[in-house]
């Protein structure tokens, strides 16, 4: 279920959704500067949207007759939420980043287990995605330049949960949580320029001073060449190698 942040304090959600409202709780609390005061949460964008009401959250609940997370309604609320970008203006007070939900489950807890619903949400929206990837992306995450694609449109996935101990700003609530971007959105105002690259690097020092390690070595600048994928989900100290992706592209349509 897609909902905006502007309409949550009203809405009133199904049964099957009340899990949502102590997450969502959590998630404002961090991005509220009026409650750290000192110690602000790093991403100067995320506090923008905030304090905007632009935030859109997409839950994802757990199904259990099929012992797994509803991929498919992932997969088409993904798709209408990056369809709707494509339609909204430049304006940077009009961006509404996404924040995905996954329904907290007793028996997923451990680092492994968020691991797991990464990849294997990534590899549902690669195996169903209707739309041809462009031709010039790469299928191999290991090569320079290869982003996540889905719904014809290339997207930056930040992933948080609540096993991240030294990095605060990766554990935004007690479950697992994706924050989606369009690429071209993300680089039009960090992107590869001096302005671009002064803004990344004001919120990875801000990164530095909030979370208890310093900022990943992982993370780099996609348009110089810097590997995409070992950023959407980093270790939570800096020594433990990047995830390795087991993600399949046979299926990509390429135009």
């Given at each position: 279920?897609?909902?905006?942040?502007?309409?949550?304090?009203?809405?009133?959600?199904?049964?099957?959704?009340?899990?949502?409202?102590?997450?969502?709780?959590?998630i404002?609390?961090?991005?509220?500067?009026?409650?750290?005061?000192?110690?602000?949460?790093?991403?100067?964008?995320?506090?923008?949207?905030?304090?905007?009401?632009?935030?859109?959250?997409?839950?994802?609940?757990?199904?259990?007759?099929?012992?797994?997370?509803?991929?498919?309604?992932?997969a088409?609320?993904?798709?209408?939420f990056?369809?709707?970008?494509?339609?909204?203006?430049?304006?940077i007070?009009?961006i509404?980043?996404?924040?995905?939900?996954?329904?907290?489950?007793?028996?997923?807890?451990?680092?492994h287990?968020?691991?797991?619903?990464?990849?294997?949400?990534?590899?549902?929206?690669?195996?169903?995605?209707?739309?041809?990837?462009?031709?010039?992306?790469?299928?191999?995450?290991?090569?320079?330049?290869?982003?996540?694609?889905?719904?014809?449109?290339?997207?930056?996935?930040?992933?948080?949960?609540?096993?991240?101990?030294?990095?605060?700003?990766?554990?935004?609530?007690?479950?697992?949580?994706?924050?989606?971007?369009?690429?071209?959105?993300?680089?039009?105002?960090?992107?590869?320029?001096?302005?671009?690259?002064?803004?990344?690097?004001?919120?990875?020092?801000?990164?530095?001073?909030?979370?208890?390690?310093?900022?990943s070595?992982?993370?780099?600048?996609?348009?110089?060449?810097?590997?995409?994928?070992?950023?959407?989900?980093?270790?939570?100290?800096n020594?433990?190698?990047?995830?390795?992706?087991?993600?399949?592209?046979?299926?990509?349509?390429?135009?």
């Open positions: 279920m897609l909902i905006s942040q502007q309409d949550f304090p009203s809405i009133k959600l199904p049964k099957t959704l009340q899990w949502t409202y102590p997450l969502i709780d959590q404002s609390k961090k991005f509220n500067p009026s409650l750290n005061h000192e110690n602000n949460f790093p991403c100067i964008f995320a506090r923008r949207v905030f304090s905007l009401l632009n935030f859109r959250f997409l839950t994802v609940n757990w199904c259990k007759d099929q012992h797994t997370y509803d991929f498919k309604s992932f088409n609320e993904l798709s209408s990056l369809e709707e970008t494509q339609q909204s203006d430049e304006n007070n009009n509404e980043p996404l924040i995905v939900l996954f329904e907290p489950v007793k028996f997923i807890f451990s680092t287990h968020y691991e797991k619903i990464f990849f294997d949400s990534l590899q549902y929206l690669i195996d169903h995605d209707k739309i041809a990837w462009n031709g010039c992306l790469p299928k191999n995450p290991n090569q320079e330049f290869w982003t996540m694609c889905f719904s014809g449109v290339q997207i930056f996935i930040n992933v948080s949960h609540p096993n991240h101990k030294n990095r605060n700003s990766r554990n935004l609530c007690d479950t697992l949580v994706f924050v989606i971007n369009p690429r071209e959105r993300f680089d039009k105002f960090a992107g590869n320029n001096k302005k671009g690259h002064k803004i990344r690097e004001r919120i990875r020092n801000n990164i530095d001073k909030y979370d208890l390690i310093s900022r070595p992982y993370l780099g600048h996609y348009q110089d060449g810097d590997l995409e994928w070992p950023q959407y989900m980093i270790p939570d100290d020594d433990s190698p990047s995830t390795k992706c087991p993600l399949n592209f046979n299926l990509v349509k390429h135009q």
